[in-house]
């Protein structure tokens, strides 16, 4: 791992990934590989989690694509110099601000959206003129050996390499030196990540995770609401970090959310032979999610195959904050139902809590809305939809508090692996002698009448 990170380094600073027109190459490159392997990258996702090619190219490619033309179109504007006023105290002077690459990247990814979850934040770091190790999830190890494949084939190890392993691996690479480490897993791996980068003081994004509630109010569209909600939550059966975790429902429309819920669940047909479910990652994370689940509380499904991985979209309900489910993320297709009379009770409940990755407020009333938006903090989230908010680039996408630490996507990755650097320009022709010594009566009254 040292080795590896010394050749980085040295590359690095040959300047060569500074310049604009290599990014943009590399980009182009990533792009090329990417869309020439389609279908192996297909198979291989197909291989970890009967996923079909249909929502691996629209929940993950499609996505990297986008970030990858973005990237190329814009990279030159994100990189120019930019002009800033300067003060008073240093007249007569120019001020800008350069951004420059941090160095050497490290980045974890993680395996629920293996390719995306790894590759956005691989394309930013480019973007920012960046050299790259990426430690893709071992979990799925299909996913994981196509990525290394591509890139180690394809890319010079002393810029973009791909390190596969476990925690062994893992471990040996957070005890490296590097510029940027970015991170995408859960917030108990989170603070082993944000400990070992504190050792060597590095920077990081931490894309974590939480219980990301979703409101159902008394004055929403129930239909249009249940429907958005329950493609939201079972995508990718619940393996999603900024997935509805729980519904809280007006007591109002409690049975009839439920009954449309049960309605849109079976009309969607969520099987892997319909190309619109997946297994769950490994025996050990469905035991977990089958754990979660309180026979005396279930209102539809929880029927599951230990030997396939599959667990059926499930739905609990009079559900309390006590319960077992409520306890941790889900990170599966078990949807618990909590109902309120008073808003504001609701709100209060939440906000007892660590801050959400996401949050989804169901309304049509603005006063409603701006409430929720006002009183929660969390990460991202949409309202009168789910999921969808991290399609838009333009708005960024991360955690705040134990949900996460930084953002990324379209400029907010470039920033993310970028130093703004602050420079002065001062010409000599003039110089005053206010600041120099001696100490005067008269200089300190200037200073005054100057800057007050």
Request: glycine share 6%.
């Amino acid at each position: 791992m040292q080795e590896l990170v010394d050749l980085q380094k040295t590359f690095f600073n040959t300047n060569a990934s500074k310049d604009i027109r290599f990014r943009i190459a590399q980009l182009k490159k990533l792009q090329s590989l990417l869309k020439a392997n389609e279908e192996v990258l297909h198979r291989a996702i197909y291989a970890d989690f009967k996923k079909s090619a249909f929502e691996n190219y629209t929940a993950e490619l499609s996505l990297l694509y986008h970030d990858i033309q973005q990237a190329i179109k814009k990279v030159k504007k994100w990189s120019a110099v930019k002009r800033v006023k300067t003060n008073l105290a240093n007249f007569p002077a120019k001020s800008y601000i350069i951004p420059e690459p941090l160095g050497v990247t490290l980045i974890i990814g993680a395996w629920n959206y293996p390719y995306q979850l790894s590759l956005a934040p691989a394309i930013a770091a480019i973007a920012a003129g960046n050299t790259v190790i990426l430690k893709p999830s071992e979990l799925p190890i299909h996913t994981s050996n196509a990525m290394a494949k591509l890139i180690n084939e394809n890319f010079d190890p002393s810029f973009f390499k791909v390190v596969e392993g476990g925690v062994p691996e893992t471990s040996a690479l957070l005890k490296q030196a590097f510029d940027k480490i970015f991170f995408t897993g859960s917030v108990q791996v989170g603070k082993i990540v944000y400990q070992a980068a504190a050792k060597n003081l590095i920077p990081v994004t931490l894309e974590l995770g939480g219980k990301s509630p979703a409101i159902i109010t008394e004055n929403c569209d129930l239909k249009v609401s249940v429907k958005r909600l329950i493609w939201a939550k079972f995508l990718n059966a619940g393996q999603t970090c900024i997935a509805p975790d729980y519904v809280v429902v007006h007591a109002s429309k409690k049975a009839e959310f439920l009954a449309l819920a049960k309605k849109e669940i079976e009309a969607s047909n969520f099987l892997i032979e319909a190309d619109n479910y997946v297994q769950i990652i490994n025996q050990k994370n469905l035991e977990r999610l089958l754990a979660l689940i309180d026979t005396d509380k279930l209102f539809y499904g929880g029927k599951h195959d230990i030997e396939n991985r599959l667990l059926s979209p499930t739905i609990m309900t009079d559900v309390t904050f006590e319960d077992k489910v409520m306890q941790d993320e889900i990170f599966g297709p078990i949807l618990p139902v909590l109902e309120y009379d008073n808003l504001e009770d609701i709100l209060q409940q939440i906000k007892l809590r660590p801050k959400p990755l996401s949050c989804y407020v169901f309304t049509n009333d603005n006063k409603t809305k701006q409430k929720v938006l006002n009183e929660i903090s969390f990460g991202g989230g949409a309202i009168n939809d789910a999921l969808m908010h991290i399609t838009n680039s333009n708005m960024g996408f991360g955690g705040v508090g134990e949900s996460g630490i930084g953002s990324y996507h379209g400029e907010y990755g470039f920033k993310a692996f970028s130093h703004y650097k602050g420079v002065l320009d001062k010409p000599t022709w003039l110089e005053p002698s206010i600041k120099y010594y001696p100490h005067t009566n008269f200089k300190l009254k200037l200073i005054k009448l100057l800057f007050g």
